[in-house]
């Protein structure tokens, strides 16, 4: 069956530490792959897209990979603040919609 | 440019009403998607749309829920008859085109209480 993981457990770290975050997938073969934010009691906000044919892609402080060979993306936010904690989700292309994994929330202890 | 814009925030329906959400696409959005998102759960694909036809509704309960996206107006998402198990948000988001990679803009979501 068809699967987007990402780590279940809240992910704490201190501030100025780097945050890696991780989503694998199943039996999917996205064309590219979406990180989206959400804050509580708020609609997801698009960060990042990377594409199949992409190893990498920086946005600021955030840095996304994607390995198609091993189904899976890191998402990784360096120089964490606490402004950065939230729920981070993966996301994949498929047919004519958006697919989202579970999330993972991320917490920035300062 | 305004965003994507849900009414009402906050919907209370005992079981049995209906209960009918409204959405509008950012401007110039002609694609319009419905997400159902329970607690501590991720979001859940129900519904994409186009002006005036329903394009996937491959995630939608076959029976008590129907969308629409008129030529004029928002989009609806209508329950009917809710249940407790209804009880979640729901967000609705826009995006401009079909193309692959076009990021989708949710709405704050329309929560969504059955008592």
């Known amino acids: 069956s068809q699967k987007i993981e990402q780590n279940s457990e809240a992910l704490n770290i201190q501030e100025g530490k780097t945050a890696t975050l991780t989503c694998n997938y199943t039996n999917y073969s996205p064309a590219y792959l979406q990180w989206y934010r959400q804050d509580p009691g708020r609609g997801p906000v698009f960060l990042l897209l990377?594409?199949?044919?992409?190893k990498e892609k920086r946005k600021e402080r955030l840095k996304v990979t994607f390995d198609t060979t091993l189904k899976q993306s890191l998402f990784h936010i360096t120089a964490s603040q606490p402004a950065d904690s939230a729920t981070y989700l993966c996301a994949l292309y498929n047919t004519d919609k958006l697919i989202f994994g579970t999330g993972t929330r991320l917490q920035v202890f300062p | 440019n305004a965003g994507v814009m849900q009414n009402p925030r906050h919907l209370v329906r005992r079981r049995g009403q209906e209960a009918r959400l409204r959405c509008s696409p950012m401007k110039g959005h002609s694609h319009v998607y419905w997400y159902r998102q329970l607690p501590e759960e991720g979001l859940k694909f129900m519904v994409y749309?186009?002006?005036?036809?329903?394009?996937?509704e491959s995630g939608m309960p076959k029976e008590r829920f129907s969308a629409e996206f008129p030529k004029e107006g928002p989009s609806i998402l209508r329950i009917q008859q809710v249940v407790r198990g209804d009880s979640a948000a729901y967000f609705c988001?826009?995006?401009?085109?079909?193309?692959?990679?076009?990021?989708?803009?949710f709405g704050p979501g329309t929560r969504l209480t059955v008592t």
């Open positions: 988001a826009s995006s401009p085109g079909t193309g692959e990679d076009h990021e989708q803009y």
């Open positions: 990377i594409r199949e044919n992409e």
């Open positions: 749309l186009q002006k005036e036809n329903i394009i996937d």
